[in-house]
């Protein structure tokens, strides 16, 4: 299925042109059912592609997972129903009660269900922290940003979709993904940088979407050090990233940028 469709609109201009009937191309949504050892633990509304790195990502970020391996199998079935097979070694009930203490449907907006208010997530912050003290130079933050908004071609195209990717100290995208999701385009760039080989501690993210709690929680367990968005942060984003040792970086558009927390990791050139 492909990301991006088109829908026939009519089409309001200007006041001496009549409306007109064209064509619109629109991002792509479905319902994706994931299965872990046999049992339907969610469903994500996500755009259909890259379902390898959403649900490696998913996994990681969620703490159901600790490192890629333990993923020993990942199957789609079709474009709405993956499974997963985890490493046998691992209690599944155990991870998932860790995780989120029920099945849910990930929804394109806050990710989270009405069942798990936000003081549950802070409680589960008291083992991570972030302790990377690498530095990461502001110039290569905001090349990210304008190369974010440069190169997420369905982004651009359509306005419907957010970007994210894991990049190179230097500003490389290195991992970008685009999904209907803020979440879910997170999950899918920590996917793609997990299933390379690569290292999070050497690497910050970059987001056009708002930095929540649960965003920057993401990006804690799998040790990330630095995210940053061109979208704004809330306080449960700069309460989760002061507790969890990660630098919150919001508005970064070009010279400019606001750090939130722990801008100690940020090099600022004269």
């Not at 600790?66 to 599944?92: G, M, S």
């Not at 110039?139 to 994210?164: C, K, P």
């Amino acid at each position: 299925m492909s990301a991006i469709e088109t829908r026939r609109v009519l089409r309001l201009q200007s006041p001496d042109r009549p409306p007109e009937f064209g064509d619109d191309t629109v991002a792509a949504e479905s319902a994706v059912h994931i299965t872990i050892n046999g049992i339907h633990c969610l469903t994500i509304m996500c755009t259909p592609e890259r379902l390898h790195d959403l649900v490696t990502g998913h996994l990681l970020s969620e703490g159901i997972i600790d490192r890629p391996d333990q993923l020993t199998d990942i199957r789609i079935l079709d474009k709405y129903k993956c499974e997963a097979t985890l490493a046998a070694e691992l209690d599944l009930q155990e991870r998932l009660g860790l995780a989120t203490p029920f099945l849910r449907i990930v929804t394109t907006g806050c990710g989270t269900g009405p069942s798990s208010p936000f003081v549950k997530l802070m409680d589960r912050l008291v083992p991570l922290k972030v302790e990377g003290k690498m530095l990461f130079d502001a110039s290569a933050i905001q090349g990210a940003a304008s190369g974010l908004n440069r190169e997420a071609l369905i982004y651009r195209g359509t306005g419907g979709v957010h970007a994210a990717s894991i990049c190179a100290r230097d500003g490389t995208l290195e991992h970008l993904a685009e999904d209907v999701g803020r979440h879910n385009a997170v999950d899918k760039a920590i996917g793609s940088c997990a299933r390379a080989g690569c290292s999070f501690e050497e690497r910050f993210l970059m987001s056009t979407g708002r930095l929540t709690g649960d965003m920057i929680l993401k990006a804690a367990r799998v040790k990330i050090p630095v995210v940053a968005s061109i979208s704004a942060l809330i306080t449960s984003g700069i309460d989760v990233a002061k507790k969890c040792g990660v630098t919150a970086i919001g508005f970064v558009r070009g010279r400019r940028m606001n750090i939130y927390c722990h801008p100690e990791r940020i090099r600022v050139s004269s």
